[in-house]
């Protein structure tokens, strides 16, 4: 039997702090999440000098956590992998330091990992990956349609031209005066409500793989202002069901657009946006509907949202093929595939 191979990760892209230790890239020994939601919330968003400032606090800690609780030291270890993009400059840097640190003091392999990639072998984690697979990825900063031929090999089908799902998740959410993020209230108030405002579809009819979501955020906030002005009360349930209706079958339209193109067996759905209740079920229903021979990947939602493990999860793939890195790794903050 083949010895196991021990990868300790970090992921620092945006406000978590994360550090994971992970076996053969398919069993989480540990993931510890730093979150500094609640230092970013009076902000409205993510302020890039207050994230930095806590990762440099918490990655140490972060560290012994992760050790202490997959129960290894770092003489079991046998790679450090780091996020070097995409994300915010200086919340990369911190995560590349620290892995740059261990590695070097412990002699170990070090990798580089695309923070994209990590959300989408995040499905690795839960299930046995065939290939080719399709994968969507739906985060604050991303919304593509990744056909993944081989492991580690992706292929942009899809991209959005403006702003990523999630982004106008948290966008129309401020208008409703939820806090940042808002994706996961908007989404609880859109299962209350009705799809009744009809706000518009972009690019659905379009025979590409593209997304736009800035008209669909513009007449949602033109809608809520329009009804202050003339003191009209609107439902916001009802707003909030209209908003991800119009989201879902943008989605949904694209998806199957590209599986028709592509015929796979497996559809993973990643990143933040993933943990979505109603585009879980709308896939769901979609390929039930469209009689389809295809396994619908979900991460676990503690997997959809930012985490170390998933780039554990990336690395191995790189480790498996030697891609290793030298010491004078710097981060990518528009990094794609
Ligand atoms: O992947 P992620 O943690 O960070 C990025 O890499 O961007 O994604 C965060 C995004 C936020 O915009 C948040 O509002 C959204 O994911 N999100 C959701 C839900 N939970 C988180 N959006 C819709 N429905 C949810 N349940
Ligand atoms: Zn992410």
Redesign the pocket.
Known sequence: MEKDTLILSFES??DETSVAVIKNGKEILSNIIATQIKSHQRFGGVVPEVASRHHVEEVTHCIDLALNEAEVTYDDLDAVAVTYGPGLVGSLLIGIMAAKTVAFAHNLPLIKSN?LAG?IYSANLVADLKYPFMALLV????TEIVLVRAPGEFETLGDTRDDAV??A??KIGRVLGINY????Q??EMAAKGKDIFDFPRAMVQEDNLDFSFSGLKSSFINRVHHADQIHEELNKDDLAASFQGAVLDILSNKVFRALKQHPVKQLVVA???A???GLRQCLKDDIEKRNLDMDLIFPPLRL???NAAMIGAIAQIQYDKKDFADLTVNADPSLDF
């Open positions: 892209s945006c923070h959300h985060s604050g900063g991303h999630g982004e998740y948290d993020p808002a994706g996961k908007v989404d990143g933040g946006v943990a979505n209740q959809c949202g930012d």
